[in-house]
């Protein structure tokens, strides 16, 4: 085996970028005061702050938005869903595709007298539109819910979705769920986790349609203890939990230095998004080319998973039918090389992965599915070399179980 580490799990998190690193070094040593102070040292610290948030709001071409820092993609997510003015007449939709902390956020508001819906995915992993529609549809022109449902007296309708599915990287259409949006007569309001897709393909603001979006820059080389929320311009939120920054809606003591970090990992990755993303296209095609391949060699028939669908260019899913994944990723960490079987935040689950699940995938499928993932620091050794470690436990396919690590 060798001892050479191969990271294939840039989806999890990615290595701080070093400029990212130096931005953050420089800002903690020469800004370190309370941004909120009156005196010299806080007011250069909130000239930090206000600059960064400045940028990052130029970067997503929404300078009149909103943005409140957080301490990651999951609570941003969660302040998403908790900062809506009436949740107790708010009939929610989420579907499989999107994180976690989006589902449990809505699950939770379930308990309120809200309504939860888990909508259908369709064969390319994306929100079904059909599904969506007969969603809508449960609402009558008053835009009361129907009486089947929990509250009859939901007048609001909150929609989440994920714009790169973490699971799959199948790219969501956001265009098409506009439109179906737009022929209902009730409110609503939409939410995009975008986390998996900056740096990854473009993302604007404006152009996704949504009333807030988040994301965190440890997914694209920035820290992690950071995350941001996009909300448009003059609607109300409710803070989580109470303090006088960040225009009352997130209190505490801003971290300055990861602010000016995210801003700087956010700079990175828009300013080369389109170059890295060519460069991981390549990569990937040949990637799963030669895997299939090696497969198809030892006798097993590989499955892409979303291989006919839009796809970030920095996730592969690729299923190989007889192999156990919980295995398979054993193996592979045990000769060197990074994977997984699903979302790193249910990594102690021994659950499939639940957007393959809604896809209605074959069980087979299911079972064997490995995400690879990849990113700035991803090369072609050492994806040539992650290809040899793959045929070695393939080869092995067989002999391999869940209490029989190789």
């Known amino acids: 085996?060798?001892?050479?580490?191969?990271?294939?799990?840039?989806?999890?998190?990615?290595?701080?970028?070093?400029?990212?690193?130096?931005?953050?070094?420089?800002?903690?040593?020469?800004?370190?005061?309370?941004?909120?102070?009156?005196?010299?040292?806080?007011?250069?610290?909130?000239?930090?702050?206000?600059?960064?948030?400045?940028?990052?709001?130029?970067?997503?071409?929404?300078?009149?938005?909103?943005?409140?820092?957080t301490s990651g993609a999951t609570e941003a997510n969660y302040l998403a869903v908790h900062g809506l003015r009436n949740p107790e007449q708010t009939a929610f939709g989420t579907s499989q595709r999107d994180h976690e902390s989006l589902r449990n956020a809505a699950l939770s508001l379930a308990t309120h007298s809200a309504n939860q819906t888990t909508l259908p995915l369709d064969e390319n992993g994306c929100l079904c539109k059909k599904g969506l529609q007969a969603w809508l549809l449960s609402l009558d022109n008053s835009g009361r819910i129907h009486s089947r449902l929990k509250n009859a007296n939901a007048h609001d309708i909150f929609l989440s979705t994920t714009l790169v599915c973490?699971?799959?990287?199948?790219?969501?259409?956001?265009?098409?769920?506009?439109?179906?949006?737009?022929?209902?007569?009730?409110?609503?309001?939409?939410?995009?986790?975008?986390?998996?897709?900056?740096?990854?393909?473009?993302?604007?603001?404006?152009?996704?349609?949504?009333?807030?979006?988040?994301?965190?820059?440890?997914?694209?080389?920035?820290?992690?203890?950071?995350?941001?929320?996009?909300?448009?311009?003059?609607?109300?939120?409710?803070?989580?939990?109470?303090?006088?920054?960040?225009?009352?809606?997130?209190?505490?003591?801003?971290?300055?230095?990861?602010?000016?970090?995210?801003?700087e990992a956010v700079h990175q990755a828009v300013t080369q998004q389109h170059s890295e993303s060519t460069r991981l296209m390549i990569l990937r095609e040949s990637f799963e080319s030669t895997v299939c391949e090696m497969a198809r060699a030892v006798g097993i028939v590989p499955y892409i998973i979303c291989q006919n669908a839009t796809r970030s260019p920095h996730i592969s899913t690729i299923a190989f039918p007889g192999i156990d994944r919980q295995a398979f990723m054993m193996a592979a960490d045990l000769d060197g090389l990074a994977v997984a079987t699903g979302t790193a935040c249910a990594s102690g689950s021994q659950e499939p992965s639940p957007a393959l699940v809604a896809m209605s995938l074959p069980n087979p499928v299911i079972q064997s599915a490995i995400r690879f993932s990849f990113g700035r620091t991803t090369c072609a050794n050492d994806l040539e070399t992650a290809c040899r470690k793959i045929y070695r436990i393939l080869q092995k396919g067989s002999s391999v179980s869940p209490n029989h690590p190789m």
């Open 1 to 69: 085996m060798s001892n050479r580490e191969i990271y294939l799990d840039h989806a999890a998190t990615t290595p701080v970028h070093s400029v990212v690193a130096d931005t953050i070094f420089r800002v903690q040593a020469d800004c370190f005061a309370n941004p909120s102070s009156p005196h010299r040292a806080g007011r250069r610290a909130h000239h930090i702050l206000d600059e960064s948030r400045g940028k990052i709001l130029e970067y997503f071409n929404c300078p009149d938005a909103t943005l409140i820092f």
């Open 166 to 263: 973490g699971q799959t990287g199948a790219v969501e259409d956001l265009s098409g769920i506009q439109q179906v949006l737009e022929d209902t007569a009730t409110p609503y309001t939409l939410h995009v986790d975008a986390t998996q897709a900056v740096g990854k393909i473009p993302v604007s603001f404006p152009d996704t349609g949504a009333t807030s979006l988040s994301f965190a820059p440890h997914k694209f080389g920035g820290p992690r203890g950071i995350g941001c929320l996009l909300i448009k311009h003059n609607i109300e939120w409710k803070p989580l939990f109470s303090g006088s920054q960040q225009l009352a809606m997130r209190g505490g003591t801003e971290p300055v230095a990861l602010i000016a970090g995210c801003q």
